[in-house]
């Protein structure tokens, strides 16, 4: 698999992973400790950061209380058809808003 192919089934499979633990009205940093993992590793793994290990795999599967091939139902179509793309994509102004009110005019003494 190319490199941005697999970075496409990550980020594929980290949002399926976010929609299903919202699904169960679950934290992120909640179903983080359930999962035995830190919730910064959980935010890199919905983003699609992180490459998952096949036991951290196991460990959403069974924290959510599904299957793997339920846990996986849908990836490859989304990776192929890029679906979700709205939901992927970054939000620009949020950068310049910051920087606007980081940046205060100081008067001259």
């Given at each position: 698999?190319?490199?941005?192919?697999?970075?496409?089934?990550?980020?594929?499979?980290?949002?399926?992973?976010?929609?299903?633990?919202?699904a169960q009205g679950l934290s992120q940093?909640?179903?983080?400790?359930?999962?035995?993992?830190?919730?910064?590793?959980?935010?890199?793994?919905?983003?699609?950061?992180?490459?998952?290990?096949?036991?951290?795999?196991?460990?959403?599967a069974s924290t959510l209380g599904i299957?793997?091939?339920t846990l996986f139902e849908g990836v490859?179509?989304?990776?192929?058809?890029?679906?979700?793309?709205?939901?992927?994509?970054?939000?620009?102004?949020?950068?310049?808003?910051?920087?606007?009110?980081?940046?205060?005019?100081?008067?001259?003494?």
């Open positions: 698999m190319a490199d941005a192919s697999a970075e496409r089934v990550l980020k594929v499979l980290g949002l399926r992973i976010r929609d299903l633990r919202r940093e909640g179903f983080a400790d359930k999962c035995g993992v830190h919730r910064t590793f959980m935010g890199t793994v919905e983003r699609g950061e992180s490459n998952l290990s096949f036991s951290n795999i196991l460990k959403v299957s793997l091939s490859d179509q989304n990776m192929v058809s890029g679906g979700r793309r709205n939901a992927m994509k970054e939000d620009s102004s949020a950068p310049t808003a910051m920087k606007r009110s980081t940046q205060r005019r100081r008067k001259p003494l």
